[in-house]
């Protein structure tokens, strides 16, 4: 285990409904792949995020089924705490923004960076609903672009010229919530002085050379027109503003926004409370030579490259105004922002609304995990929208995951159990025999680099070249053919399944489930593939029960790196990893595609 200390920050899901795959395609396999590929290089991980469960959303669905928004929460944190357990995502703590000790992290950030002058209060004019009186938040209202003419502009930012944005500066404004116009009434909130941070914020992203260039040619251009945000909202359901005469207000809270980034660090906080060790969160957020990992869709940069950090250097006294760390001490910044593109379906952008939406729990329910965290990995949107079709989806599955990793695990086992019932004994390595060996085992070194760099997508696809190799060895050698010269024919299922062990190694970290598998068809024993775990736990502080995701990584046998198999390994006929899709599949995904359900 090195020291080095790596914090995976998972964008939190909103808890207003379950999660769709397209969500899980931008924070949730890609931070997976991260953290498990770090454990295995034998680095110390802390990954967290939890349940958004703030904001005007969780009103309106809390409004229209006649219950309170923490009800909804409580329900859709449960659902979004199983879908994201049953497809394998590692958290070391997946919470809520619920909790006692989230609202007293964000309440601290607040007051640190009023300490330091950086938020001030102001009266602005804010966005009504006309019909309910409720605040709309700046997402919730679209209209055009007042810089760019672009239609579909939100409240807070043009997606099309990237420039901030107010509510009422749009023109022709509309509430996304129920089609109004939107009422604008004047208000006093407070706000971050985000253009105290041009500078700071331009001298830290000088540095960032690393990121994705569409996520750090974005996150430059947003310094161009920084104008102070509103820290506050109008709204009853919230944390509270940790101030005199504000404190006890039910008509103001901090916005949804600016608590629900704090969650990375509350999240830290929290797990280690849990761990016994109260201050090991610092390890993660003060070592100068700790890294910090945020991982989201592109809709989620301006918060993550610009909000956060900009809270961050305020409450380290880091802006223009200076000032000294709060009670916790000078916090890291993100090095990298690690934003995927969009995922469409079928042509077609997610909308539970519209009903162009596959759930995670109802995908999981009809085909396996490993499935879809390998079309994501191999076919997702890591630098450009990406179209899930389930035709494509048929076909990576079938060609590729069944037809090439399943098919080659299988003969190689199949042939050994049968021929020796173990591991066989080599003798004398041929050229090839080395070759591909030397080819398997060097590509730890070439995918652990693409991996560590987040090229996830170049990354598998280097594995699945070096698995096309083994399956290329095998036909070239076929060891059904030598019966006649029983030493050769071990030497060549010994390489093979050498070579399925590297290969197994170097897609753990994409498809944890099958490496599982594949670890005890090699006759391996114990845990190769840490799978997480939800466990019920009790607020730390007011008692209130929920459920969280955790487990214990460290238990597993996973390490990148060639782990030599063992002759004489007993090995019995193997079952298949994958599972092959009809194509009748297709035509049944269409039509409940079209029909909605």
Request: aromatic share 10%; net charge negative.
């Given at each position: 285990?090195?020291?080095?200390?790596i914090?995976?920050?998972?964008?939190?899901p909103?808890?207003?409904?379950?999660?769709?795959?397209?969500?899980?395609?931008?924070?949730?396999?890609?931070?997976?792949?991260?953290?498990?590929?770090?454990?295995?290089?034998?680095?110390?991980?802390l990954?967290v995020?939890?349940?958004?469960?703030?904001?005007?959303?969780?009103?309106?669905?809390?409004?229209?089924?006649?219950?309170s928004p923490?009800?909804?929460?409580?329900?859709?944190?449960?659902?979004?705490?199983?879908?994201l357990?049953g497809?394998?995502?590692?958290?070391?703590l997946?919470?809520?923004?619920?909790?006692?000790?989230?609202?007293?992290?964000?309440?601290?950030?607040?007051?640190?960076?009023?300490?330091?002058?950086?938020?001030?209060?102001?009266?602005?004019l804010?966005?009504?609903?006309?019909?309910?009186?409720?605040?709309?938040?700046?997402?919730?209202?679209?209209?055009?672009c007042?810089?760019?003419?672009?239609d579909?502009?939100?409240?807070?930012?043009?997606?099309?010229?990237?420039?901030q944005?107010?509510?009422?500066?749009?023109?022709?404004?509309?509430?996304?919530?129920?089609?109004?116009?939107?009422?604008?009434?004047?208000?006093?909130?407070?706000?971050l002085?985000?253009?105290?941070?041009?500078?700071a914020l331009?001298d830290w992203?000088?540095?960032?050379?690393s990121w994705?260039?569409?996520?750090?040619?974005f996150?430059?251009?947003?310094?161009?027109?920084?104008?102070p945000?509103?820290?506050?909202?109008?709204?009853?359901?919230?944390?509270?503003?940790?101030l005199?005469?504000?404190?006890?207000?039910?008509?103001?809270?901090?916005?949804v926004?600016?608590?629900?980034?704090?969650?990375?660090?509350?999240?830290?906080?929290e797990?280690?409370?849990r761990?016994?060790?109260?201050?090991?969160?610092?390890?993660?957020?003060?070592?100068?030579?700790?890294?910090?990992?945020?991982?989201?869709?592109?809709?989620?940069i301006?918060f993550?490259?610009?909000?956060?950090?900009?809270?961050?250097?305020?409450?380290?006294?880091?802006?223009?105004?200076?000032?000294?760390?709060?009670?916790?001490?000078?916090?890291?910044?993100?090095?990298?922002v690690?934003?995927s593109?969009f995922?469409?379906?079928e042509g077609?952008?997610?909308?539970?609304?519209?009903?162009?939406?596959?759930?995670?729990?109802?995908?999981?329910?009809?085909?396996?995990?490993?499935?879809?965290?390998?079309?994501?990995?191999?076919a997702?949107?890591?630098?450009?929208?990406?179209?899930?079709?389930?035709?494509?989806?048929r076909?990576?599955?079938?060609?590729?995951?069944?037809?090439?990793?399943?098919n080659?695990?299988?003969?190689?086992?199949?042939m050994a159990?049968?021929?020796?019932?173990?591991?066989?004994?080599p003798?004398?390595?041929?050229?090839?025999?080395?070759?591909?060996?030397?080819?398997?085992?060097?590509a730890?070194?070439?995918?652990?680099?693409?991996?560590?760099?987040?090229?996830?997508?170049?990354?598998?696809?280097?594995?699945?070249?070096?698995?096309?190799?083994?399956?290329?060895?095998?036909?070239?050698?076929?060891p059904?053919?030598?019966?006649?010269?029983?030493?050769?024919?071990?030497?060549?299922?010994?390489?093979?399944?050498?070579?399925?062990?590297?290969?197994n190694?170097?897609?753990?970290?994409?498809?944890?489930?099958?490496?599982?598998?594949?670890?005890?068809?090699?006759?391996?024993?114990?845990?190769?593939s840490?799978?997480?775990?939800?466990e019920e736990?009790?607020?730390?502080?007011?008692?209130?029960?929920?459920?969280?995701?955790?487990?214990?990584?460290?238990?597993?046998?996973?390490?990148?790196?060639?782990?030599?198999?063992?002759?004489?390994?007993?090995?019995?006929?193997?079952?298949?990893?994958?599972t092959?899709?009809?194509?009748?599949i297709?035509?049944?995904?269409?039509?409940?595609?079209?029909e909605?359900?």
């Amino acid at each position: 285990m090195s020291d080095r200390h790596i914090l995976t920050a998972v964008a939190w899901p909103y808890a207003n409904g379950p999660r769709h795959i397209g969500h899980v395609s931008g924070f949730g396999v890609p931070s997976d792949v991260f953290s498990r590929y770090q454990r295995m290089a034998g680095n110390k991980v802390l990954m967290v995020s939890g349940t958004d469960e703030h904001g005007t959303p969780i009103t309106v669905a809390a409004d229209a089924e006649g219950v309170s928004p923490q009800e909804i929460a409580d329900r859709n944190n449960r659902i979004i705490v199983g879908d994201l357990t049953g497809l394998g995502l590692s958290y070391d703590l997946f919470t809520r923004t619920t909790t006692a000790n989230h609202a007293a992290v964000s309440q601290e950030i607040f007051l640190g960076l009023l300490k330091n002058g950086y938020v001030f209060p102001q009266t602005t004019l804010g966005a009504i609903s006309p019909s309910t009186g409720r605040t709309l938040p700046d997402r919730y209202i679209e209209g055009t672009c007042p810089i760019c003419g672009y239609d579909g502009a939100r409240g807070d930012q043009c997606d099309n010229c990237g420039n901030q944005l107010d509510p009422v500066d749009l023109v022709n404004p509309v509430s996304k919530i129920n089609g109004e116009t939107p009422k604008f009434v004047e208000s006093e909130h407070w706000f971050l002085d985000l253009p105290a941070f041009a500078k700071a914020l331009g001298d830290w992203l000088g540095t960032r050379k690393s990121w994705r260039p569409n996520v750090l040619n974005f996150s430059v251009n947003l310094l161009e027109d920084l104008k102070p945000r509103s820290y506050t909202r109008d709204i009853d359901w919230g944390i509270r503003i940790p101030l005199p005469d504000w404190q006890d207000r039910d008509d103001k809270r901090i916005y949804v926004w600016f608590d629900a980034v704090v969650g990375y660090l509350s999240a830290s906080i929290e797990w280690a409370r849990r761990s016994g060790d109260p201050e090991a969160w610092r390890q993660w957020w003060q070592s100068p030579d700790a890294d910090a990992y945020y991982f989201m869709g592109k809709d989620n940069i301006v918060f993550h490259a610009e909000i956060w950090p900009a809270q961050l250097l305020g409450y380290n006294g880091a802006g223009d105004r200076g000032g000294s760390p709060g009670s916790y001490g000078t916090l890291n910044l993100p090095t990298e922002v690690v934003s995927s593109e969009f995922l469409t379906m079928e042509g077609k952008k997610f909308s539970s609304s519209r009903r162009v939406v596959i759930y995670v729990r109802d995908f999981l329910e009809r085909y396996d995990a490993d499935a879809l965290r390998y079309f994501i990995a191999v076919a997702g949107p890591e630098n450009q929208d990406t179209d899930f079709t389930w035709s494509e989806f048929r076909r990576r599955n079938n060609d590729e995951l069944v037809a090439g990793w399943g098919n080659l695990v299988n003969r190689s086992v199949s042939m050994a159990a049968k021929n020796v019932g173990a591991v066989p004994q080599p003798g004398d390595l041929t050229d090839a025999d080395r070759d591909l060996l030397a080819t398997t085992s060097g590509a730890f070194g070439t995918v652990g680099e693409l991996l560590g760099r987040n090229r996830q997508k170049a990354a598998i696809n280097e594995a699945m070249r070096v698995v096309g190799e083994a399956n290329k060895y095998l036909s070239d050698q076929a060891p059904w053919k030598l019966k006649e010269d029983p030493a050769r024919r071990d030497s060549v299922l010994f390489t093979a399944l050498q070579a399925i062990k590297d290969c197994n190694g170097l897609l753990s970290p994409f498809l944890p489930h099958a490496a599982q598998q594949v670890h005890e068809l090699l006759g391996g024993e114990g845990t190769w593939s840490v799978a997480p775990r939800i466990e019920e736990v009790t607020d730390l502080d007011d008692g209130r029960p929920y459920p969280v995701i955790t487990g214990d990584y460290g238990t597993g046998q996973a390490v990148w790196a060639s782990v030599p198999i063992t002759p004489g390994t007993p090995l019995e006929a193997p079952k298949p990893v994958f599972t092959k899709l009809d194509e009748s599949i297709v035509d049944e995904e269409l039509r409940r595609f079209e029909e909605g359900s």
